[in-house]
């Protein structure tokens, strides 16, 4: 195995490795459709189709996963979230 394909190997097993986090939205009965689509488009880059599919899932099963990967991104992003007036949490 030449040293180039070593580091190629350990690289992707460092990539596996990662562990993900999730935003998870709750439900509320304070915020309207509108909010909740225009805030996921803006925080977590939600085509509009996507931010409206996830706010009828929150809305009818009281949450839904709006964006998975490292917590160091998702942190950022779930405080937009909050500051928006939405409920999330990152799991």
Do not use: W
């Not at 880059?45 to 009281?62: F, M, N, R, W």
């Not at 992003?77 to 999330?88: E, F, I, P, Q, V």
């Amino acid at each position: 195995m030449s040293i180039r394909e070593k580091v190629s190997e350990e690289y992707l097993l460092e990539e596996e490795t990662k562990q993900l986090s999730e935003i998870v939205l709750f439900n509320d009965d304070v915020n309207t459709f509108d909010h909740v689509i225009d805030t996921l488009i803006a925080v977590c880059d939600h085509t509009p189709e996507q931010a409206e599919q996830c706010s009828l899932i929150v809305h009818y099963k009281g949450k839904c996963t709006v964006k998975t990967g490292e917590y160091e991104d998702l942190k950022p992003r779930c405080t937009s979230l909050l500051d928006a007036g939405l409920s999330a949490e990152i799991i």
